[in-house]
């Protein structure tokens, strides 16, 4: 599975990352309709979207500032905020909110004190709602990073998070 | 053509044609909010629907092209039932505080609710409070208002090219906001109002200045002047329910007058001024192999475009100020010093068809004459709500002329407020710079009319000078990047001088005019002023009998040293992130 | 030379990824080692098996033995019973498996099984594999087209398999390829919308996964058929291995020669590229879709023009689901008169559905058009599960329609189901046990609509958000009896004046609630 985070193995400053940001996005210069790729691809390496990389997309790719921020928000994959090292993402679609989506969301809420949207405070897990992830046939489903975790049962949550440092 | 029925009246209309048109030839006005004829229909409202027998769901008529043999109902129950639901869903969502709101009377959105037999509301109230955006010197925004109409999107898009509002997040928490939310005053907006004047509701107006000026004008301790842009006399009456075009400009200097300015003077004396200055700058760079072309400078909501995209062409930009900074380094001096008035006694006001100027006036380089130049700048709808609480109806006015040493004015200066004003002016009195000889046709129509881009070559005795007018900044940027590319590639443009200004229409389109305009009546604003032109004694700048006296009395020549002091300015570099200086 | 004894295909899909497919894997191979029996039982990879939330699942052939939650701790034990001692190990065999053929009720009321045609290759190859697709008869049908059909041919036997569009509302697809072959213009696309964002479902997902090759092999059909010259697949950004997947096929293709310049040596050449979308829901309806793909947030286009006339960079765009598309190949093969020997007579073929909720076996089918949708719960789904009763479905996902008991005996076509039709194409069965409060799951479609709704048109916008106001109240016993006739009001207006299909369809599931389960809504409000 490919990574949607960045590799956590190394620390390194989110002002070092740039460099490497202008390094890929160089093949979308000056075409924006390759917004969202390059979007997707800043957001591989920082985990969000630092305001710094979205001026930069924005001026490389000749795409307004406000577009790119419009963009931006109107897709639920992208995040403007530090996510923190985990993202947890609960299902809320149809068939997961039947068998108990709602009460995963509340438990992880209440186990890591924060809501949906938040992070924790020691920037360990972020937490969000998706609307249906396609793995209905896990419900409830929720998902940790890439791992999909199916027929989440509210005593097991800590479980399953506790195997994310 | 296209032969249907509406509301069983048959129509015959031409391939291409909306419903709504085809209705309104058989004589029905279908209901619209987020229509408006100059933007191209984005159908966000849904209020225009109508049915089309055998379509199981209706149609918007703003952009659904009328088909052969379609039966068309605008007035059906279900029609009207679908209606009424969607303005309950509207006005719950929108902050309703009619009698306060800026738009009292004007609000496109009470008119509907009053169309569609609104009368009591399903809905309450249930949207989340955002604050106000301030930040602007120009603009206000109103979240709480908007409709999401899209329409202030479209203008600041598609037809100024500014892009600095944009749709934010999606479904129920859809905003309409700047790039990072952080306020109009942080971003590439350049003022030109453009979106108040589309807006349909009080979601975007102007920053009011007119409680300071009552003030001012209540304090005996100040001397109160006050100076109008060309434009100006030319959609005044509308506001009184006069003709679109009706020309008031002596109406307004008498009602200016009872209103209880000092001294009413005319910004019209300081545009001949302007072109003497520009028209000699450009002859200068003409002669001296200097930066060409010259573009014009009378436009804030341009020169802060052209800072924040063009900056490479600052270089290229005429450094005349606009009339109206002109008249406002002029009054704290030159006037001040005849009329043996302490300067910081003189308050400097400016009725102005546009929301740039408010920003232009606050620029911090804009104090030569060791204050503020420009006090306060009001719109075409300030003055007109001033005027109003008054009691003064300019209907009633007579005509009256502005008062000397900076209100005589020629049809050079009053065509200012016209796009390709400037330059036809411009034009009248290089002519004389270059020939020492009077230009004998003053009509260069050519460079008049809506055309977006308009081009013309004038015969100086052999020197062949083009020049090309762009209005509206999505037209500007079509010149100029030709412009940039053949300085690119060649080294030098094939014009020689270029008018640009930000609105459409040139300033009688400006973001400070009425509300509910469109593109027609902006050209016959246009035209109003060109009548202007054609009936004043003197039609060249240089004629004017009170500009030579300034000259003589207190500036010496065009271009002379106290003239580049008070007049002339120069410009910055922004970026297109928040439109802030970038510190070079 | 090795003689292979037993083949285990193992379902490698996102499913089983999680519940820890290759841990599972390497310890058989392992184990298999151990025993020095590697050489005679092979392990192989495959896409979905059909079964959804039964961890590792994998099946042991020659005797198709189906095994599910199997874990590493369970290895050594299956090794050693079944492939050692040849004792299938009953502990873990999966009885209730969903039925992997489709079911056809010959005249005699006999049932017949038939091998499936979208799911063909489903679970029994190795998806990453490219030979093994071949080796299925994979790429045929597009030398057959390239060799033995002019694009018009192939429009032809596409219009005559009488294939219906599986994406929405079943719009002709042999008519949609006739227009884009029509439509003059010198660059022409074909685009797969693999946005499957309907809850619910996940069939686009599995094919995606378990057979990309069978997608792109339809593509290039469509892109030689329309003479078009580049596709894109838009796939969810979620579908992370279906994204790997397809990426992997496409470039096995290009070094095959399959895609590029000069496709098998003809004069036809064409490649596809993967657009990953940002999660949008109404990027499913192909405008918002092609918007999104031109990297804009995902606002529908007024139609017309529709994209067949001026579509992506306002060039004729031909917009496909995965299932059509998936259909193509098979129709090129075997004919179109085969094709429409399945299915009723106006709707020809297969439908691919997800069966959820509280069904014995849930997972993925493949049933004939027409089938009953009491067939499809109770024969192929396994009916209720813990002897339940059954309350109701909702059929499409959000999109969808609830349905009663009255209502299982409707074909599950699209002119049998007439105004729920749109339902059909996502292939979401959520199958409901009397216990489930009908009120609740109104609310979570509601949520889910006011949540994806893009918020470019008044009437979805505020509608959606009102409803959710309205039904909030309701479930909270706060609601009155006006309330239903307000939903109503408000569906009414957007079923209308919606911009798109997303507001127009949020009325079907509002309006079939109430009609269903009115009595259920009636004791919640005052």
Same mark, same amino acid.
Request: aromatic residues 6%; glycine residues 10%; charged residues 25%.
């Given at each position: 599975?490919?990574?949607?985070?960045? %590799?956590?193995?190394?620390?390194?400053?989110?002002?070092?990352?740039?460099?490497?940001?202008?390094?890929?996005?160089?093949?979308?210069?000056?075409?924006?309709?390759?917004?969202?790729?390059?979007?997707?691809?800043?957001? *591989?390496?920082?985990?969000?979207?630092?305001?710094?990389?979205?001026?930069?997309?924005?001026?490389?790719?000749?795409? /307004?500032?406000?577009?790119?921020?419009?963009?931006?928000?109107?897709?639920?994959?992208?995040?403007?905020?530090?996510?923190?090292?985990?993202?947890? $993402?609960? %299902?809320?679609?149809?068939?997961?909110?039947?068998?108990?989506?709602?009460?995963?969301?509340?438990?992880?809420?209440?186990?890591? *004190?924060?809501?949906?949207?938040?992070?924790?405070?020691?920037?360990?897990?972020?937490?969000?709602? !998706?609307?249906?992830?396609?793995?209905?046939?896990?419900?409830?489903?929720?998902?940790?990073?890439?791992?999909?975790?199916?027929?989440?049962?509210?005593?097991?949550?800590?479980?399953?998070?506790?195997?994310?440092? | 053509?296209?032969?249907?029925?509406?509301?069983?009246?048959?129509?015959?209309?031409?391939?291409?044609?909306?419903?709504?048109?085809?209705?309104?030839?058989?004589?029905?006005?279908?209901?619209?909010?987020?229509?408006?004829?100059?933007?191209?229909? $984005?159908?966000? %409202?849904?209020?225009?629907?109508?049915?089309?027998?055998?379509?199981?769901?209706?149609?918007?008529? %703003?952009?659904?092209?009328?088909?052969?043999?379609?039966?068309?109902?605008?007035?059906?129950?279900?029609?009207?039932?679908?209606?009424?639901?969607?303005?309950?869903?509207?006005?719950?969502?929108?902050?309703?505080?009619?009698?306060?709101?800026?738009?009292?009377?004007?609000?496109?959105? #009470?008119?509907?609710?009053?169309?569609?037999?609104?009368?009591?509301?399903?809905?309450?109230?249930?949207?989340?409070?955002?604050?106000?955006?301030?930040?602007?010197?120009?603009?206000?925004?109103?979240?709480?208002?908007?409709?999401?109409?899209?329409?202030?999107?479209?203008?600041?898009?598609?037809?100024?090219?500014?892009?600095?509002?944009?749709?934010?997040?999606?479904?129920?928490?859809?905003?309409?906001?700047?790039?990072?939310?952080?306020?109009?005053?942080?971003?590439?907006?350049?003022?030109?109002?453009?979106?108040?004047?589309?807006?349909?509701?009080?979601?975007?107006?102007?920053?009011?200045?007119?409680? $300071?000026?009552?003030?001012?004008?209540?304090?005996?301790?100040?001397? !109160?002047?006050?100076?109008?842009?060309?434009?100006?006399?030319?959609?005044?009456? =509308?506001?009184?329910?006069?003709?679109?075009?009706?020309?008031?400009?002596?109406?307004?200097?008498?009602?200016?007058?009872?209103?209880?300015?000092?001294?009413?003077?005319?910004?019209?004396?300081?545009?001949?001024?302007?072109?003497?200055?520009?028209?000699?700058?450009?002859?200068?760079?003409?002669?001296?192999?200097?930066?060409?072309?010259?573009?014009?400078?009378?436009?804030?909501?341009?020169?802060?475009?052209?800072?924040?995209?063009?900056?490479?062409?600052?270089?290229?930009?005429?450094?005349?100020?606009?009339?109206?900074?002109?008249?406002?380094?002029?009054?704290?001096?030159?006037?001040?010093?005849?009329?043996?008035?302490?300067?910081?006694?003189?308050?400097?006001?400016?009725?102005?068809?546009?929301?740039?100027?408010?920003?232009?006036?606050?620029?911090?380089?804009?104090?030569?004459?060791?204050?503020?130049?420009?006090?306060? +700048?009001?719109?075409?709808?300030?003055?007109?709500?001033?005027?109003?609480?008054?009691?003064?109806?300019?209907?009633?006015?007579?005509?009256?002329?502005?008062?000397?040493?900076?209100?005589?004015?020629?049809?050079?200066?009053?065509?200012?407020?016209?796009?390709?004003?400037?330059? =036809?002016?411009?034009?009248?009195?290089?002519?004389?710079?270059?020939?020492?000889?009077?230009?004998?046709?003053?009509?260069? @129509?050519?460079?008049?009319?809506?055309?977006?881009?308009?081009?013309?070559?004038?015969?100086?005795?052999?020197?062949?000078?083009?020049?090309?007018?762009?209005?509206?900044?999505?037209?500007?940027?079509?010149?100029?990047?030709?412009?940039?590319? #053949?300085?690119?590639?060649?080294?030098?443009?094939?014009?020689?001088?270029?008018?640009?200004?930000?609105? /459409?229409?040139?300033? +009688?389109?400006?973001?400070?005019?009425?509300?509910?305009?469109?593109?027609?009546?902006?050209?016959?604003?246009?035209?109003?002023?060109?009548?202007?032109?054609?009936?004043?004694?003197?039609?060249?700048?240089?004629?004017?009998?009170?500009?030579?006296?300034?000259?003589?009395?207190?500036?010496?020549?065009?271009?002379?040293?106290?003239?580049?002091?008070?007049?002339?300015?120069?410009?910055?570099?922004?970026?297109?992130?928040?439109?802030?200086? @970038?510190?070079? | 030379?090795?003689?292979?004894?037993?083949?285990?295909?193992?379902?490698?899909?996102?499913?089983?990824?999680?519940?820890?497919?290759?841990?599972?894997?390497?310890?058989?191979?392992?184990?298999?080692?151990?025993?020095?029996?590697?050489?005679?039982?092979?392990?192989?990879?495959?896409?979905?098996?059909?079964?959804?939330?039964?961890?590792?699942?994998?099946?042991?052939?020659?005797?198709?033995?189906?095994?599910?939650?199997?874990?590493?701790?369970?290895?050594?034990?299956?090794?050693?019973?079944?492939?050692?001692?040849?004792?299938?190990?009953?502990?873990?065999?999966?009885?209730?498996?969903?039925?992997?053929?489709?079911?056809?009720?010959?005249?005699?009321?006999?049932?017949?099984?038939?091998?499936?045609?979208?799911?063909?290759?489903?679970?029994?190859?190795?998806?990453?594999?490219? &030979?093994?697709?071949?080796?299925?008869?994979?790429?045929?049908?597009?030398?057959?087209?390239?060799?033995?059909?002019?694009?018009?041919?192939?429009? *032809?036997?596409?219009?005559?398999?009488?294939?219906?569009?599986?994406?929405?509302?079943?719009? /002709?697809?042999?008519?949609?390829?006739?227009?884009?072959?029509?439509?003059?213009?010198?660059?022409?696309?074909?685009?797969?919308?693999? &946005?499957?964002?309907?809850?619910?479902?996940?069939?686009?997902?599995?094919?995606?996964?378990?057979? /990309?090759?069978?997608?792109?092999?339809?593509?290039?059909?469509?892109?030689?058929?329309?003479?078009?010259?580049?596709?894109?697949?838009?796939?969810?950004?979620?579908?992370?291995?279906?994204?790997?997947?397809?990426?992997?096929?496409?470039?096995?293709?290009?070094?095959?020669?399959?895609?590029?310049?000069?496709?098998?040596?003809?004069?036809?050449?064409?490649?596809?590229?993967? $657009?990953?979308?940002?999660?949008?829901?109404?990027?499913?309806?192909?405008?918002?879709?092609?918007?999104?793909?031109?990297?804009?947030?995902?606002?529908?286009?007024?139609?017309?023009?529709?994209?067949?006339?001026?579509?992506?960079?306002?060039?004729?765009?031909?917009?496909?689901?995965?299932?059509?598309?998936?259909?193509?190949?098979?129709?090129?093969?075997?004919?179109?008169?085969?094709?429409?020997?399945?299915?009723?007579?106006?709707?020809?073929?297969?439908? @691919?559905?997800?069966?959820?909720?509280?069904?014995?076996?849930?997972?993925?089918?493949?049933?004939?058009?027409?089938?009953?949708?009491?067939?499809?719960?109770?024969?192929?789904?396994?009916?209720?599960?813990?002897?339940?009763?059954?309350?109701?479905?909702?059929?499409?996902?959000?999109?969808?329609?609830?349905?009663?008991?009255?209502?299982? &005996?409707?074909?599950?076509?699209?002119?049998?189901?007439?105004?729920?039709?749109?339902?059909?194409?996502?292939?979401?069965?959520?199958?409901?046990?009397?216990?489930?409060?009908?009120?609740?799951?109104?609310?979570?479609?509601?949520?889910?609509?006011?949540?994806?709704?893009?918020?470019?048109?008044?009437?979805?916008?505020?509608?959606?958000?009102?409803?959710?106001?309205?039904?909030?109240?309701?479930?909270?016993?706060?609601?009155?009896?006006?309330?239903?006739?307000?939903?109503?009001?408000?569906?009414?207006?957007?079923?209308?004046?919606?911009?798109?299909?997303?507001?127009?369809?949020?009325?079907?599931?509002?309006?079939?609630?109430?009609?269903?389960?009115?009595?259920?809504?009636?004791?919640?409000?005052?």
């Amino acid at each position: 599975m490919t990574s949607e985070h960045p %590799c956590q193995c190394a620390q390194v400053s989110e002002e070092e990352l740039y460099p490497r940001l202008e390094e890929m996005i160089e093949q979308h210069k000056g075409k924006p309709t390759e917004l969202i790729m390059a979007l997707h691809k800043a957001q *591989n390496l920082f985990g969000y979207l630092p305001k710094k990389a979205q001026e930069i997309i924005s001026e490389r790719l000749n795409v /307004p500032i406000s577009t790119v921020c419009g963009v931006i928000s109107f897709y639920s994959f992208f995040s403007t905020v530090p996510k923190g090292r985990h993202s947890i $993402k609960v %299902c809320l679609g149809t068939a997961c909110y039947v068998r108990g989506g709602q009460q995963t969301l509340e438990k992880v809420e209440k186990e890591l *004190n924060t809501k949906v949207g938040g992070t924790t405070d020691d920037r360990r897990f972020s937490v969000d709602v !998706v609307r249906c992830i396609g793995a209905c046939g896990l419900a409830p489903a929720m998902l940790v990073d890439n791992d999909v975790y199916g027929r989440v049962k509210s005593t097991k949550i800590m479980e399953i998070l506790n195997k994310y440092e | 053509m296209i032969k249907a029925t509406i509301n069983n009246i048959e129509v015959e209309v031409k391939e291409g044609t909306t419903i709504l048109e085809a209705a309104k030839k058989a004589g029905f006005k279908i209901p619209t909010l987020c229509y408006h004829p100059d933007l191209k229909p $984005k159908g966000s %409202c849904g209020i225009c629907v109508v049915e089309v027998e055998g379509f199981p769901s209706m149609k918007r008529a %703003c952009m659904t092209e009328l088909v052969n043999g379609w039966n068309v109902h605008t007035n059906t129950a279900a029609v009207r039932a679908v209606r009424k639901e969607l303005l309950e869903l509207i006005l719950a969502n929108h902050e309703m505080d009619c009698p306060t709101c800026i738009k009292n009377n004007r609000c496109e959105l #009470q008119s509907l609710a009053a169309t569609l037999g609104i009368t009591t509301l399903k809905y309450k109230q249930s949207f989340e409070k955002k604050n106000l955006d301030n930040s602007s010197m120009s603009i206000v925004r109103n979240p709480n208002k908007c409709i999401l109409c899209e329409r202030c999107i479209q203008v600041c898009e598609e037809i100024q090219t500014v892009n600095a509002l944009a749709l934010s997040k999606r479904g129920s928490e859809t905003i309409i906001t700047d790039a990072f939310d952080e306020g109009l005053g942080n971003s590439v907006c350049v003022n030109c109002g453009q979106c108040t004047v589309f807006c349909p509701v009080g979601a975007l107006y102007e920053k009011s200045d007119i409680d $300071k000026v009552w003030e001012a004008i209540n304090d005996p301790e100040k001397h !109160v002047v006050v100076q109008e842009a060309p434009a100006i006399r030319a959609m005044l009456g =509308e506001e009184f329910d006069m003709e679109p075009g009706s020309l008031v400009a002596g109406k307004m200097h008498a009602a200016l007058r009872r209103m209880g300015f000092d001294a009413v003077f005319d910004t019209n004396f300081t545009a001949d001024l302007t072109i003497l200055e520009e028209g000699t700058e450009i002859v200068g760079r003409i002669k001296n192999n200097g930066k060409l072309p010259v573009i014009t400078s009378c436009s804030p909501g341009w020169i802060k475009f052209m800072e924040t995209f063009y900056p490479h062409l600052s270089e290229y930009v005429s450094t005349a100020k606009s009339p109206q900074q002109m008249f406002g380094a002029l009054s704290k001096t030159y006037y001040a010093e005849i009329k043996g008035i302490p300067p910081e006694k003189i308050v400097s006001v400016s009725i102005m068809p546009c929301t740039a100027k408010k920003f232009e006036s606050k620029r911090p380089e804009m104090k030569d004459s060791g204050f503020q130049d420009v006090d306060f +700048v009001l719109t075409t709808r300030e003055i007109a709500r001033m005027l109003k609480e008054a009691g003064i109806d300019l209907k009633d006015m007579p005509d009256e002329p502005a008062d000397d040493p900076m209100g005589q004015y020629t049809g050079a200066a009053t065509i200012f407020g016209a796009t390709g004003g400037v330059m =036809e002016a411009a034009l009248r009195s290089a002519y004389f710079l270059v020939t020492g000889k009077e230009l004998e046709d003053v009509d260069i @129509v050519a460079v008049r009319g809506m055309d977006g881009v308009k081009e013309a070559e004038i015969d100086v005795e052999g020197l062949k000078l083009k020049v090309a007018v762009a209005h509206g900044l999505g037209n500007a940027r079509k010149i100029l990047d030709k412009v940039t590319r #053949q300085l690119e590639k060649e080294g030098r443009s094939e014009y020689h001088a270029i008018e640009i200004m930000a609105c /459409p229409g040139g300033c +009688v389109g400006g973001g400070g005019q009425p509300w509910g305009s469109d593109m027609a009546m902006r050209a016959r604003r246009g035209e109003t002023l060109y009548k202007e032109d054609k009936s004043l004694p003197y039609r060249r700048s240089h004629e004017n009998p009170s500009i030579k006296l300034v000259y003589e009395k207190y500036l010496e020549k065009p271009n002379s040293e106290k003239a580049h002091h008070l007049l002339h300015t120069h410009y910055y570099k922004r970026n297109k992130i928040d439109g802030k200086v @970038v510190q070079e | 030379m090795n003689i292979v004894r037993n083949h285990i295909l193992i379902s490698i899909d996102a499913g089983t990824l999680m519940a820890g497919a290759r841990a599972v894997e390497d310890a058989l191979i392992k184990e298999l080692t151990k025993y020095g029996l590697d050489k005679e039982v092979s392990v192989l990879e495959t896409g979905s098996l059909g079964i959804t939330g039964r961890g590792v699942v994998l099946v042991v052939y020659p005797e198709g033995i189906y095994y599910a939650d199997v874990t590493i701790k369970d290895v050594p034990e299956l090794v050693e019973e079944h492939l050692l001692k040849g004792r299938p190990l009953k502990r873990l065999i999966l009885t209730e498996a969903p039925k992997r053929t489709i079911i056809t009720k010959e005249k005699t009321g006999l049932l017949k099984e038939q091998p499936r045609i979208v799911l063909k290759n489903c679970g029994f190859i190795n998806p990453e594999n490219i &030979d093994e697709y071949i080796a299925a008869g994979g790429y045929e049908a597009i030398a057959k087209a390239l060799q033995t059909m002019t694009p018009e041919d192939v429009v *032809n036997e596409v219009k005559e398999s009488g294939l219906l569009g599986r994406g929405g509302a079943g719009f /002709p697809t042999g008519l949609k390829w006739e227009f884009a072959i029509k439509t003059p213009g010198d660059e022409k696309f074909v685009i797969c919308n693999a &946005d499957e964002g309907e809850p619910g479902t996940f069939k686009d997902r599995l094919i995606l996964e378990g057979d /990309p090759h069978k997608l792109l092999e339809g593509m290039l059909i469509a892109g030689y058929a329309i003479r078009a010259t580049t596709g894109f697949v838009y796939i969810r950004g979620e579908y992370s291995l279906s994204i790997e997947r397809i990426e992997k096929a496409i470039s096995d293709a290009r070094s095959y020669g399959l895609l590029g310049k000069n496709i098998l040596e003809s004069n036809f050449s064409f490649d596809i590229f993967v $657009k990953k979308g940002a999660g949008a829901y109404v990027c499913g309806e192909e405008t918002a879709l092609i918007e999104s793909l031109e990297g804009k947030r995902g606002h529908p286009r007024n139609k017309p023009p529709f994209p067949i006339n001026a579509g992506l960079w306002g060039k004729p765009t031909l917009v496909n689901n995965v299932e059509t598309l998936a259909n193509v190949p098979e129709i090129i093969r075997n004919g179109a008169a085969w094709y429409k020997g399945y299915g009723t007579e106006k709707c020809s073929g297969t439908k @691919v559905y997800t069966i959820l909720g509280h069904v014995a076996t849930p997972g993925l089918i493949e049933t004939e058009m027409g089938t009953t949708l009491k067939d499809i719960i109770f024969e192929y789904g396994g009916g209720i599960r813990e002897g339940k009763a059954f309350k109701g479905a909702l059929i499409g996902g959000a999109a969808g329609a609830f349905i009663g008991p009255e209502m299982l &005996d409707v074909k599950m076509d699209f002119i049998n189901l007439r105004e729920y039709a749109a339902a059909l194409g996502s292939g979401a069965i959520l199958v409901m046990n009397e216990d489930t409060d009908m009120v609740d799951m109104l609310k979570s479609v509601l949520h889910f609509f006011k949540h994806e709704s893009c918020g470019h048109c008044a009437p979805c916008r505020l509608g959606t958000a009102k409803l959710v106001d309205i039904i909030d109240e309701i479930a909270a016993l706060k609601g009155k009896k006006e309330d239903l006739e307000r939903m109503v009001e408000i569906t009414q207006a957007m079923k209308n004046a919606s911009f798109c299909p997303l507001g127009q369809s949020v009325s079907l599931p509002v309006s079939s609630a109430l009609k269903y389960f009115r009595d259920e809504f009636m004791a919640r409000v005052s």
